[in-house]
């Protein structure tokens, strides 16, 4: 029997747990976690991991801390409920900064997931080290915590992954996971839609930023010397021969952010204003994460409503629409907006422009950043589709203008109906 590999030419990883299981002899419920895959660094080194027939459908997945620390396995459980308080989750860039030729512990794939940044073990080891230190057992990482080739999961997963985070502490990897960012690498963490759920949906407390320490940068001396900044000592992991791993909580990184002339991992005041404002609970609060999304991107449209629409209280079934269905997910959205709630702000003219048409065929709907993966939203919208500078986004966005109000029962493409009418 040859050796299975990818499309792409790597060796799957071996599943060394010894009690195998099908998906399809699981029982459907169980109160312990089930551990479904176990392999060691040594063999997860340079191959692809792929859990596909080991997953059953529609469960929660995390990596046990322990066993990566301390055993240097790769063990993945799967759960039937979040372990609320037990756990970290990732936020991080499918393609972060820059990789050198050179990785310490190598790196690994994942089966459907290929498209992203290969994961360094380094990192990984960083991250599950952050985890400990916060005191939680488990890690949900989407890549793996997700069937990739399966679409009915991967469905499941975004309607529970506002709770996912909701329930974690959030660790930010801005650099991605193929290395960990310096404070003065342009990352494109504020430019991702996924991104922004993920730091406002746990506590303000429960969000941190994972990064390389180089206390020589501007970076590290500003966030010292800000009496308003909790200064406390940042923990490094012991151990590392190459650079320092440290955190801080996302707080402190954006404060830094509005107030200084520094732009930590690429963020300026205008991402660092409206995630402050958004971050906070009460009025404006809806306000602000609507321009934080209108300031974002995604490789799929959908994924620009989907990833927000907790916020506002709809939830919409992601098997309902094709990847590029931003029409139609939008419309959705609209509908259950007038439905839920007597002010609908994503309706209101933006600042002083007295008409504002911000999408060709729904014109009530924000024109959102164009589709990109690696590239940052604020370099492809310098201005949005109606004229407004990004600028303008970040200090007088909604002004003094009235928030609509009403309903919206049925769409009808108008615009086309009566152009169609007019060459008639």
Known sequence: MGIHRTKFGREIAKNEHGRQQSRHDRADTNDEPNLIFSCSITELSGKCLDITPYASPCRFRMLSCLSLEHENRLDVFEFDQLPSGEYCAVSYVWRGVPVPDYVDSGTFTVRGAEDGD????????????????????????????IVQSDKSDKAWQIIQMFNIYKESTCII?????????????????????????????PKRDDAIVLYSQNPSLQ????????????????PLRSGRTSVLAAYMTLDDVLTVAKYSIHRPFGFNQAHAQPLIGARITGVGQRQAIWQCALMRTSSRPVDMIFSVMHFFGILLNPKEFEDDDRLGVTV????????????????????????????????KCPHFPMFATRSKSVSVVQRLSFGVPLEVLENDWMGDFPVCSGGMRYFVDATYAAMKMLTE
């Open 118 to 145: 290969p994961t360094s073990l380094d990192v990984l080891r960083d991250i599950v080290w952050v985890a400990g230190e916060e005191g939680k057992k488990y890690l949900w990482l989407d890549r793996i915590g």
């Open 173 to 201: 990897v801005p650099g991605g996971l193929g290395r960990l960012a310096f404070s003065n690498d342009d990352t494109t963490w504020m430019d991702r839609a996924w991104t922004l759920q993920e730091a406002l949906a």
């Open 332 to 363: 959705r959205f609209a509908q259950g907006s007038w439905k839920t709630h007597e002010r609908v702000y994503w309706t209101t003219r933006t600042i002083g422009y007295a008409r504002c048409i911000l999408w060709r065929r729904l014109n």
């Open 219 to 234: 970076f590290e001396t500003h966030v010292a010397s800000l009496s308003f900044i909790d200064t406390r000592e940042k």
